[in-house]
């Protein structure tokens, strides 16, 4: 079955043209509780909140995935979940838990099971010749508390009734009751930089185009912001991340974000040598204005299994394809943290509460 893609309700107003994108395609590499965005401004050598699942570059040490984790340790490591060689970047999200409720597993209370990622994509989209590449070691998160991210959870091909024994119940607002052949969990990063700060502890150094707000209406929920004009503030223009998780088989029923909430954000810290993305950026086009999973920038890309500009593959061999080079796993448990991440009775809380391992 061809992956289904959230369609765009684009207006007359935001039709663009010689506009660009590309799909790069991630496994999950582990589920652990830390948080690099917050190192350097805020937390420092210690465990995140929550729980989070990591997507693209790897080593065997797992340094990638620690607190301190840089643009340099990035680039060094020998391993990549993602299908694009150039593409070293690092994205994560609070790790999706089933709740399995009081009674069912015999022992009268609950537990967390961590949702299986199929797998994730990030669609970059950028006007050729008119983006900036990531400055070295650029990290942001985007929230799907704010309206302009436009978090969307899409239900594939369609709901079906929830079978799930323990019981459907659950606030179904954004991860839902029913059940799903395969739910699909997008939202959107900033495109404007202010040109000084990699990170910032209010997220204050990113910001969205002039107009991204009010351009979301009734008839046009879903418009597209990387053309519009950045403000004065931050007036460097990046490409629009849309990032894309999936989960197969999505019983329904009760499930939470690692944080305990039922609203969804991402984080993404640049991994690319920012010469060779100003490269494809500049070079690179196509007649894609949103989130494509047809074009690739296979030209200007390395792609470790082949792809052909314009056809899409099927969901299946995708995964296939993703299967066919991942790195060894790592033990989180044993390089990180020692701490459960699946199967609790309590969700892991807490920022500096918990081990780290050294």
């Not at 970047?89 to 409720?101: D, G």
């Not at 999936?246 to 010469?275: C, E, K, P």
Request: negative net charge; aromatic residues 10%.
């Amino acid at each position: 079955m061809k992956l289904i893609a959230v369609a765009s309700a684009m207006c007359a107003a935001f039709s663009f043209v010689g506009a660009t994108s590309m799909k790069m395609d991630f496994l999950p590499i582990a589920n652990v509780r830390t948080d690099a965005l917050l190192y350097d401004t805020y937390v420092g050598e210690c465990l995140s909140d929550h729980v989070h699942t990591f997507y693209g570059s790897i080593d065997p040490s797992a340094e990638t995935l620690r607190p301190n984790a840089t643009h340099g340790v990035l680039r060094r490591a020998e391993g990549n979940t993602g299908n694009v060689l150039e593409n070293k970047s690092l994205y994560w999200h609070p790790t999706i838990y089933k709740v399995v409720t009081a009674g069912s597993d015999g022992n009268g209370g609950r537990r967390f099971e961590a949702a299986d990622v199929w797998f994730a994509s990030a669609y970059y989209v950028w006007r050729t010749g008119q983006a900036s590449a990531f400055p070295d070691g650029l990290k942001m998160r985007t929230h799907g508390a704010d309206p302009v991210a436009r978090a969307t959870s899409h239900c594939a091909p369609e709901p079906t009734a929830c079978e799930r024994a323990d019981g459907c119940d659950g606030n179904g607002d954004f991860l839902p009751t029913h059940a799903c052949w395969e739910l699909e969990i997008n939202i959107k990063f900033p495109t404007c930089w202010d040109g000084v700060h990699l990170e910032s502890t209010d997220e204050s150094h990113v910001s969205w185009a002039e107009g991204c707000a009010s351009a979301i209406t009734e008839e046009s929920w879903d418009p597209e912001c990387f053309d519009l004009p950045c403000p004065a503030s931050h007036p460097v223009r990046m490409p629009e991340i849309h990032f894309y998780t999936r989960i197969l088989d999505y019983q329904g029923g009760q499930h939470v974000f690692s944080d305990g909430s039922d609203t969804f954000h991402a984080d993404y810290m640049s991994g690319w040598n920012s010469t060779a993305l100003q490269r494809v950026l500049d070079e690179c086009e196509n007649e894609s204005d949103t989130a494509s999973p047809d074009f690739f920038c296979s030209e200007q890309l390395k792609y470790r299994t082949p792809k052909v500009e314009g056809e899409q593959a099927e969901d299946g061999d995708i995964l296939e394809s993703l299967r066919s080079f991942q790195p060894a796993a790592v033990d989180v448990q044993r390089l990180i943290a020692p701490e459960a991440v699946d199967g609790m009775s309590e969700l892991p809380r807490g920022a500096c509460k918990g081990k780290l391992l050294v």
